[in-house]
């Protein structure tokens, strides 16, 4: 039903910054929470950043401090400022939405994030 996209993936020398977007096709209004994972080559889809419908912000250990999660509810829209940028973020970037607890989370197609010099 919901449809996400996500945008301003690309590449980009460590230290860098980038914002990525995700507009969802309805309103997401009173979801349960959405954000972004991400996966990297051989590894497993982790959690980056989550907000709930409270505005309870969630970050993975590995990049408290650098990224910060967003979102417009006018717009449907949710951000992830990446700032800092190591090797190690190089990774797809995966938005969700979850919008009930009894359903599973939509998924966009994701965006390349890529960390090199």
């Known amino acids: 039903q919901v449809r996400l996209v996500e945008s301003g993936g690309g590449l980009v020398q460590p230290g860098g910054s980038l914002r990525l977007s995700c507009v969802a096709s309805?309103?997401?209004?009173?979801?349960?929470?959405m954000g972004w994972y991400r996966q990297a080559p051989g590894k497993q889809r982790e959690l980056v950043a989550s907000?709930?419908?409270?505005?309870?912000?969630n970050y993975a250990d590995s990049v408290k401090g650098r990224f910060a999660i967003s979102r417009d509810n006018a717009k449907n829209m949710v951000y992830l400022q990446m700032n800092s940028l190591k090797p190690e973020d190089t990774a797809v970037y995966y938005c969700?939405?979850?919008?009930?607890?009894?359903?599973?989370?939509?998924w966009g197609q994701g965006t390349q994030v890529t960390v090199s010099s």
């Open positions: 309805e309103s997401i209004f009173g979801m349960v929470s």
């Open positions: 969700y939405v979850l919008i009930r607890l009894d359903q599973s989370p939509f």
């Open positions: 907000i709930s419908a409270g505005s309870q912000l």
